[in-house]
């Protein structure tokens, strides 16, 4: 009996070789005046060509700035079914990758990983496409014959997303979207607001003022796996709509702390609450031991005065956020690790940079 | 005395050109140091080539319903090219300097109680690509020269053999060396 049970799961695993699919999705609801997209990756269970168990991700903040040759940015769902596998967890493993990282369908759920075509837009804009992706699925269980409800997994800001999405669809009083969920789990989710240190922020917009609108010029450098960005690159990111969003403290170009476009989403994502007829579900990434930060209240985040070679910052920057990596950096949204390496080569050149954690509130 | 320099120039030519452009060196020599003080460094050489990871990759040692499961996993991405290297132990309690042998995997062995080597390789991601496990007949090992629960440090060496899931292909792990901090 053990025998055969071996063969099948050989068969299995030829058979199992297919592929990931892909599909666009449009909202069907606009914000301010413009309709939101996605673009699916679906690893479908058992190849079967049909939606009957889903499990939707909605991915996180994409910079944009890394993995230029992914047509998804960032996150997808090679990287999902990754840090999947890295988990060293069986059961997880069963239930989304069946174990094997590079064959599709030999999982217990129908991934549904969201692309957002346009990250950085708008959150209300982007909970509408979700509310759209979570309808798509819905019929596409319909066709199949299926009841099973959904789980929804919304990763950093999809989490926020999610939250306002599926609330959204419980108080719209729209029979037709009713989505249809049984669990919802939000993953490492700013529901609150993301925090990149002040200090940061504005050396950001000095080393913008400094070469990129200066006879200086722009500069692209390095970041990660033969990715390249640029100063005005990392400065376009700030000025994007969901980073005005989701930075409870957030610096203008101009200098000056503005929170109103943050303060008007957070006040409109608390009034819209959590969703009501799922079990929800919340995990926090970081130290769960109540071990504070390495650094205290006004310490230095780093300082670098006098003469020196530009690459000495770079490397004072790498020792203080640790050797960054592409992963570290693509899930990063809120630590400073976007401003790595922002230096060329070994120029010499004055520097007084010192950018300090904030005082005690 | 010209031609004397334009020999010398042309002589200088020949000694600075190498016969075999592809050589770029030993490989071990792009490997990290072998260390114990949590540079969070790791490599090794995967069939002669050399592989490495910044090392902030996710690494744990962790106590779940009581059992220790730990997990050492690198990993290369670019957008195309995809690379993964994991080392994982379930229901294992480790002790420095003990040699564990990696010999499972989850296909054959389910749930198991153990340890597994695995490597992973894609050049796009959509097409799939190949998956490497340890099995009973191709092994590995790994000894942590340091485990400091306390600093959450862990360093050791590994090497193993694995097999290709589908086609049978062999690859070869060797001068595997780690030196991580971990989660618990």
Known sequence: MKNYILLFFTLLRFIAKAQIFTEPITASKSFLGQFGTATLEIDDAGNDSFITKPLIVAEGFDSGLLSKENEFGENDITRFNTTVLNSNSFDLNSFLTGNTELIFGDQDYDIIYINWDNPRDFLQRNAFVLEQVITWVNQQKAIAGSTEQNVVLGQSMGGVLARYALANMEQDNDPTTNHDTKLYISHDAPHLGANIPIGIQFMARHLADQFVSTPLGDFSFEIADDSEASIKDINGIFNEPATQQLLGNYITPSFGLDNAVHNTWQTELQSKGYPTQTRNIALSNGNHCANPQDFSHSASLFQMNGKARSGLLTDMLGAFLGKTDDIAMAIAFNEPALLLGFLPGSSKFNLDFNAKALPPA | ?184
Do not use: H, W
């Not at chain 2, 420095?96 to 749930?111: I, S």
């Open chain 2, 1 to 184: 005395m010209k031609n004397y320099i334009t020999y010398l120039f042309i002589a200088i030519a020949f000694l600075a050109c190498d016969n075999d452009d592809d050589n770029a060196g030993n490989p071990l020599d792009l490997l990290p140091p072998i260390t114990t003080t949590g540079e969070n460094t790791i490599g090794c050489l995967v069939n002669g080539e050399a592989f490495t990871d910044s090392g902030l990759m996710n690494n744990f040692y962790q106590f779940v319903d009581g059992n220790y499961f730990l997990a050492i996993n690198m990993n290369f991405n670019n957008g195309k090219l995809s690379k993964n290297l994991r080392i994982q132990f379930r229901r294992l309690e480790i002790d420095e300097n003990q040699t564990y042998t990696l010999d499972k995997n989850d296909l054959d062995d389910g749930d198991f109680t153990g340890a597994k080597g695995q490597y992973t390789y894609s050049e796009d991601f959509s097409q799939g690509g190949l998956q490497f496990d340890t099995n009973m007949e191709f092994i590995g090992q790994v000894i942590f020269t340091k485990l400091d629960t306390n600093a959450n440090i862990m360093s050791g060496t590994f090497e193993f053999q694995a097999k290709e899931i589908t086609s049978g292909e062999i690859i070869t792990i060797t001068n595997g060396r780690f030196d991580l901090t971990f989660t618990k």
